[in-house]
């Protein structure tokens, strides 16, 4: 699939929930209302989508949300997914808060996935709490543990907020070098309406040189196909990522689409550009009309988001898109 602008598209993220178990300050309101049950993709329409995209030319899919292991039976989903691993699929992976990941972990592995992102933006219990709202550190930590144990390769993904978690940067390294985990710092989007979005955001070009006043920077030319750019930190060998949406445009390079769990495909995260997906799915068992849908989407893709903290880009959260 190539869109307009000669960009191949072999990244497909899925958000098989809108639905979470913490409620982000960056990311959703308190008081969040989600899509009704009966509006969702039942997991076997979910596979079945994958199935036309990897047809089509994906060859890496993430599981997101919203959560993704807070749906009911999401392994099935991701033991179906993991047949086609080395069958057109290069990579399954997945984004996920870590609280259900004790759970989880050995299935996943045992699926075939073999790295996975896990959101932890402080390691301060009272200031994670504070940040998630209903999020518990301990869950999210055995978490880890438990994935380390089940030999799955760990990136965590930090928003970097200013005035709550940017006394925190040199303590997350540290510990991701012991703990032989990744870390990718990630700019705040203005996605969906939260409050004291403006006032936390901080821009990651001032955090790297910052960081560089007291860690080795190396070049990397390590890319997961994902938008992060890499450096190695020549003290813990591990690797430090940024998401950049603002001092960086990620967009050029871009070669992602994302399905929400109604079966709307987005183009891009930042823009309203869709196509139903649900439709033609449920119209026939022949995926041609499916197909069609698909590269009507792939066609319209915008050249990129054009983000501005100060206003809302759209008005869907994080956590529909997924992220
Ligand atoms: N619940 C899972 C998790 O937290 O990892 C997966 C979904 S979450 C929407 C995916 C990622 O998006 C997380 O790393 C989260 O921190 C990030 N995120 C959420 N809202 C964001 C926003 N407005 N700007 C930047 N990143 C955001
Ligand atoms: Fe849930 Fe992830 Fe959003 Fe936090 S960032 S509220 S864990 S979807």
Known sequence: MIDPFGRHISYLRVSVTDRCDFRCVYCMAEDMSFLPKDELLSLEEMERLCKAFIRMGVTKL??????????RNVMSLIEGLGQYLGNGLEELTLTTNGSQLAKHAQGL????????NVSLD??????????????RLGQVRDGIAAAQAAGLAIKINMVALKGVNDDEFDTMLEWCGQEGLDLCLIETMPMGEVTHREETHLRLSDVRAELAARWTMLASDYATGGPAR?????????RLGFITPF???FCESCNRVRLTCTGTLYMCLG???AVDLRKPLRASTDDAALEAAINRGIAAKPKGHDFDIRRV?????????GG
Do not use: C
């Open 62 to 71: 993430r599981l997101t949300g919203g959560e993704p292991l807070v749906r």
């Open 109 to 116: 592995a045992q699926a075939g996935v073999r790295r996975i």
């Open 122 to 135: 402080t390691l301060d219990e009272a200031k994670f709490a504070r940040i998630t709202r209903w999020g």
């Open 230 to 238: 890499y450096v190695t930190v020549a003290q813990t060998g591990q």
């Open 247 to 249: 001092s960086h445009n």
């Open 271 to 273: 823009q309203e550009d």
């Open 313 to 321: 880009a759209v008005p869907r959260h994080m956590s529909v898109t």
